[in-house]
């Protein structure tokens, strides 16, 4: 030990080690707020600067708000039922059209895929052209086996122009669309071929069934 801390008064080291030790505690809350509240900035950060989607758990498009669908467009009930519908060209849905046959066959997997619950689930395929399907295609995706309705487009004009405008809103025309019991169009989904975006379409679907059972009648 040094002379001159020899000649500090006890008096002044006793107070400089209780100074020290008061700014260790506060260094030390310091950390522990800091510690506490970094959840906290975190979440502001990612709010306010990263600004992600809200929450987002579908995989589909929602359609806000929901757009109501017509039976007479098609000659079918779609009141009651959950369907998913597409429309193509029969004319040019043959088996080497991969365009085509690739949406029929994701619907078709679709319901499958919804196990004891496909029956809640009708296909719905309406023919933009109004020539005869192909026989192979017919016989892949008919009604009994596959679930599939294939419609022609209205006769009516004025018919023909709503459900035309309805399907192509928001530049969803070639999409796959589903419509609910209501009967109203309230989600589509890309035709896609990718298992992983199969499994996210399939996890949509699921939820819809699963957490609506409301206005269905499929008797």
């Not at 209780?18 to 950390?31: E, K, N, P, S």
């Not at 109501?68 to 009651?80: M, R, T, V």
């Not at 086996?145 to 405008?165: C, H, S």
């Amino acid at each position: 030990m040094s002379d001159q801390e020899l000649l500090i008064p006890a008096s002044q080291t006793e107070s400089a080690a209780i100074d020290a030790r008061t700014r260790r505690g506060r260094v030390q809350m310091l950390f522990l707020l800091l510690a506490c509240a970094a959840p906290v900035f975190a979440s502001y950060f990612a709010y306010y600067v990263i600004k992600p989607e809200g929450g987002k758990t579908n995989f589909g498009s929602l359609v806000q708000p929901a757009q109501d669908a017509n039976n007479a467009w098609f000659g079918i009930p779609l009141k009651g039922k959950w369907t998913l519908l597409v429309a193509r060209p029969a004319g040019d849905c043959q088996v080497k059209n991969k365009s085509c046959i690739e949406a029929l066959f994701l619907m078709r997997q679709l319901r499958v895929a919804m196990g004891r619950e496909s029956g809640r689930v009708q296909l719905l395929w309406v023919n933009t052209d109004g020539k005869p399907v192909d026989p192979e295609v017919a016989l892949a995706y008919d009604a009994k086996t596959a679930g599939f309705t294939v419609a022609n487009l209205p006769a009516d004009p004025k018919l023909k122009a709503e459900f035309q405008t309805w399907l192509d809103r928001e530049g969803a025309g070639q999409a796959i669309q589903l419509i609910d019991p209501s009967p109203a169009k309230m989600m589509y989904f890309p035709v896609t071929n990718s298992s992983k975006e199969f499994g996210n379409i399939k996890k949509d679907l699921e939820k819809l069934l699963r957490l609506n059972h409301k206005g269905e009648s499929l008797s």
